[in-house]
């Protein structure tokens, strides 16, 4: 199929690099010239496992390719797949549309044939009926029918997720366009697929997201909970996984949730349904419990060392496997700390380029977790990558100044380094809690 994709960023990049790996031919279009100019060069614009090697075979087979035009990609389109963000409002917080619509009323020029005009951008409710209102009033005679395909991939898993949805949820109910998505997604043989009407499939993908954002509120306050009990939060986490009704993920309590979506798609939710006149306080409550977290974990490492001491922050990206640190709890937590004038010298096996975007040189970056942890008063575990796991906790025993750690992230084995002459702080056990 020919495929054409907006917007070539964390959604947008790796789901065309999977299709045309399944063959298709695909042509990903951004307005940032730059990154075009990258991608055309055989550069990567962002990090996520296993797309690289992926990336350069598919623009070798000449079935990838990169352009700025969007008339290149959407004349020939069976499909066009907007995956341009939507950042939340300043002010507001709701879901900000004007890349929505500047992409839709750009592309409705260049519709030819019966084309599916598939929104994977995560989008308000009601979305799909201003993108048609758009395209109809621009070009009246397009052929097309727009749809809602949410897009479910988790950053550091992106490539796997495309591969192996655990669901397809299609929007829409026009046969054609089904007919359509469905040819275009026949190889996931294992996936389901589930038609539904374009709200209801606006709708699935901000209940999911805020359903899992209240989740890892929840175990968030379980550990608090835990912290004042001597219950032991790792292991009442993996006594409530055991029930098939509550499931073992999301289960890991941290510095709270952070990313380019939850904290956005909650805010978005809780913005909607004051729109239709209703509130929603589980999801208000979340947002104002999550938003409170970082200060409670900068307070927590700052009280660990004297004033002017040297903290080495492990992790600057919001998640492992990633580069991305939009609305990183690690970012947020180094803010804090840096309110308090810390002196901070931090390490992300990918992220230390995104974060001097977003911190400059308020803080020092290190080249590696070595450099980052040598004289350091307080070692702070911020990003959950397993590299950290596999240092040598032992050589970092004799770089440190004091052998003391902030794990925010429950990622080092407690006894290991207690036996190491490490204090070991982390989250949701009393006896271990600084
Ligand atoms: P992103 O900011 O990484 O990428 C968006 C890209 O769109 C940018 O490269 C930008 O230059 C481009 N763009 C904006 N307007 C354009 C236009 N008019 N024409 C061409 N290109 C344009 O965003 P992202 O993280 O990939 O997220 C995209 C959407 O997918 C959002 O709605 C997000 O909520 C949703 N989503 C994201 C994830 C995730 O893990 N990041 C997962 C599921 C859903």
């Excluded at 911190?359 to 070595?370: P, S, V």
């Amino acid at each position: 199929m020919k495929i054409a994709i907006i917007g070539t960023g964390y959604v947008g990049l790796p789901s065309g690099v999977g299709f045309a790996e399944l063959g298709n031919d695909v042509c990903c279009i951004d307005n940032n010239i730059n990154k075009i100019d990258l991608l055309n060069k055989g550069i990567l614009t962002l990090y996520e496992d296993g797309l690289e090697e992926m990336f350069k075979r598919n623009v070798q087979a000449g079935r990838l390719r990169f352009t700025t035009s969007m008339k290149e990609g959407v004349s020939t389109a069976d499909i066009v797949i907007s995956a341009v963000g939507t950042p939340p409002h300043p002010i507001t917080k709701e879901a900000d549309l004007q890349y929505i619509e500047a992409a839709a009323s750009e592309l409705a020029n260049y519709i030819q044939g019966y084309t599916v005009i598939a929104t994977k951008s995560t989008v308000p409710v009601g979305t799909g009926d201003k993108i048609e209102g758009i395209i109809r009033k621009i070009n009246p005679k397009a052929d097309a029918d727009v749809i809602s395909l949410p897009e479910f991939l988790r950053e550091g898993f992106a490539i796997h997720d495309f591969f192996a949805p655990d669901r397809i949820i299609v929007g829409t109910n026009s046969e054609r366009a089904r007919a359509v998505i469905k040819e275009l997604y026949a190889p996931f043989k294992n996936s389901t697929m589930l038609f539904v009407n374009r709200k209801s499939s606006e709708t699935i993908k901000y209940a999911s997201n805020a359903f899992l954002a209240v989740k890892l509120n929840y175990i968030n306050e379980m550990a608090n909970f835990c912290e004042k009990t001597g219950a032991d939060l790792d292991e009442v986490a993996k006594g409530m996984g055991l029930d098939s009704r509550i499931g073992n993920k999301f289960l890991k309590a941290g510095p709270g949730f952070g990313g380019s979506c939850f904290p956005k798609d909650t805010h978005a939710m809780s913005f909607m349904a004051r729109q239709y006149g209703i509130t929603m306080p589980l999801i208000d409550t979340t947002i104002a419990e999550n938003d409170a977290r970082p200060s409670i974990m900068a307070e927590r490492i700052l009280n660990l060392a004297d004033a002017n001491a040297k903290i080495a922050v492990l992790g600057l990206a919001f998640k492992d496997g990633t580069d991305d640190c939009r609305t990183s709890p690690a970012i947020q937590i180094i803010s804090k700390m840096l309110e308090k004038k810390a002196n901070i010298t931090a390490y992300d096996p990918k992220a230390n380029i995104s974060a001097l975007k977003i911190l400059g040189n308020k803080i020092a970056y290190a080249e590696n977790a070595y450099d980052a942890v040598k004289d350091a008063d307080v070692i702070a575990i911020l990003t959950e990558w397993k590299q950290f796991k596999e240092l040598d906790w032992h050589k970092i025993a004799t770089l440190a100044k004091s052998k003391t750690i902030m794990d925010c992230r429950n990622l080092l084995p407690a006894d290991e380094m207690q036996a190491l002459g490490f204090t070991y702080c982390c989250i949701g056990k009393r006896d271990i809690t600084c």
